[in-house]
């Protein structure tokens, strides 16, 4: 089945205990990205990566890495979580560039005390 | 910068009935738009996308139009059902290679 994987689902944390949020795609798509998810806000984006060692940041970057070592994989690393961190965040793919169809994972859901 | 928007937050209407959900956008250079839905504790669900060099496309119970001239998007769902309960939100292409979301549209069927 063509999905978009993401882990974990949920996420308790402490302010400076660094995390990954891992995502994992299986449909050989090349543009991948994170999105945060806020009460009230649209999805933002936080960084985006049109092919294997190729990312950019999107809209809200500070505080977040991420890396494309492979096709199939793009983890959002947080070196230094901080309370404001906390948010649903949601991986996608499409199939090339950023003008198509965008598929999401089931989200991760992070709290960070 | 960029925006879209939603034109209201909830939306209540009775099964069988049709539904229709507003969408702004602030760019005139976008030329991709997507419907998604999304059921509480789960991610965005594809609906049915649209391309600038067309005003409308239709799917199976799901119609999206494109009004370039205001820049405004609405998804019209026909014969509403309990399983369309759900949270609808547009996205909008901007050249930069990302989207722009809107907020989403909170949709109540009435059994």
């Known amino acids: 089945e063509a999905q978009v994987t993401q882990n974990p689902r949920y996420l308790i944390t402490v302010t400076g205990k660094k995390l990954t949020v891992t995502c994992s795609q299986n449909m050989n798509h090349e543009y991948m990205s994170w999105y945060r998810q806020d009460p009230g806000l649209g999805l933002r984006q936080i960084y985006y990566?049109?092919?294997?060692?190729?990312?950019d940041k999107g809209d809200v970057p500070e505080g977040y890495k991420v890396s494309r070592k492979e096709k199939r994989n793009f983890p959002l690393i947080l070196e230094s979580p901080s309370p404001n961190q906390t948010s649903l965040y949601f991986c996608a793919s499409s199939l090339n560039r950023g003008n198509e169809k965008l598929f999401f994972g089931s989200g991760t859901q992070l709290s960070v005390l | 910068g960029e925006s879209v928007g939603l034109h209201l937050p909830t939306l209540s209407v009775q099964e069988g009935d049709n539904s229709i959900i507003n969408c702004a956008y602030s760019n005139s250079a976008s030329d991709y738009f997507i419907w998604y839905k999304q059921e509480s504790g789960k991610g965005p669900q594809f609906i049915i996308d649209i391309r600038s060099n067309m005003d409308k496309r239709q799917g199976q119970r799901v119609t999206v139009l494109l009004n370039k001239t205001v820049k405004h998007l609405s998804l019209q769902i026909a014969a509403t059902q309990p399983g369309d309960s759900a949270v609808y939100f547009c996205?909008?292409?901007?050249?930069?290679?990302?989207?722009?979301f809107g907020t989403g549209t909170s949709l109540t069927v009435i059994p």
């Open positions: 996205a909008a292409y901007f050249t930069g290679n990302q989207f722009y």
């Open positions: 990566s049109m092919n294997v060692e190729v990312t």
